[in-house]
């Protein structure tokens, strides 16, 4: 059973603070790793994808993988309110001869208080 | 980034009719689509895989006959709810993975489902 692991929350910080997401996944051979960012009421949005070990940056957002460990975390430097919403963790895992399907972790709900 | 379209947006519908649902890849090709549902406060559950020209693969659980899925072409998938009930009431995400290498997946807005 693929399995991917997140912190349900909530996770509250103040307005200027970093927010530090983390995520564990259960399968060593997983190259893929997705950061979704979903507002209550709507569809997941997409915001960080990482592939390779070492830090990610984009914008205020860095995704950090590491493989060995297989760890994967988003970090939110400069925290706005608008940050505030579940951030989803997705592992894309072989589900069958060359087939590969996400599989999501519950989802973290972040606060950001002004 | 891609834009997957989703329509209707919000649908009320008598219990026992059947409800369609589309969703469009609308600036790529999308070789594999997925259907999704969500209860409130709940995390996503996969429903099924839809590959172009080919039958859905369902998860477990999921009624194949209840859930028809439709991926006629690579840029236009559609999941049927037949004879709805109350209890199929949710949140219905599509979302489709583009042909290229890294095979990102994007997600449409999502479908409202009410049935009375």
């Known amino acids: 059973q693929k399995e991917v692991e997140q912190n349900s929350g909530p996770l509250s910080v103040p307005e200027g603070a970093i927010a530090s997401l983390n995520c564990t996944y259960s399968d060593r051979v997983s190259q893929s790793f997705f950061w979704y960012r979903q507002y209550s009421g709507k569809s997941p949005e997409l915001i960080m994808s990482i592939y390779s070990n070492g830090d990610k940056e984009d914008g205020r957002f860095t995704a950090q993988l590491n493989k060995a460990s297989q760890y994967v975390s988003l970090l939110i430097r400069d925290s706005q309110p608008s940050d505030s919403a579940t951030y989803l963790c997705?592992?894309?895992?072989?589900?069958?001869?060359?087939?590969?399907?996400?599989?999501f972790g519950k989802g973290t709900l972040l606060t950001v208080n002004p | 980034g891609a834009v997957v379209s989703q329509h209707p947006s919000r649908v009320i519908c008598k219990s026992g009719t059947s409800v369609k649902i589309e969703c469009r890849s609308l600036d790529f090709q999308a070789t594999t689509m997925f259907w999704y549902r969500q209860f409130p406060k709940k995390s996503l559950m996969l429903m099924a895989t839809?590959?172009?020209?080919?039958?859905?693969?369902?998860e477990q659980g999921v009624e194949k006959d209840k859930f028809l899925i439709n991926h006629a072409s690579l840029t236009l998938s559609t999941l049927t709810v037949t004879s709805a009930h109350p209890e199929d009431s949710s949140f219905y995400i599509c979302s489709a993975r583009d042909g290229t290498f890294k095979e990102t997946q994007y997600f449409g807005p999502g479908t409202r489902l009410l049935v009375l």
């Open positions: 997705a592992v894309k895992f072989r589900s069958g001869g060359s087939n590969y399907k996400l599989t």
């Open positions: 839809s590959n172009e020209g080919s039958k859905a693969t369902y």
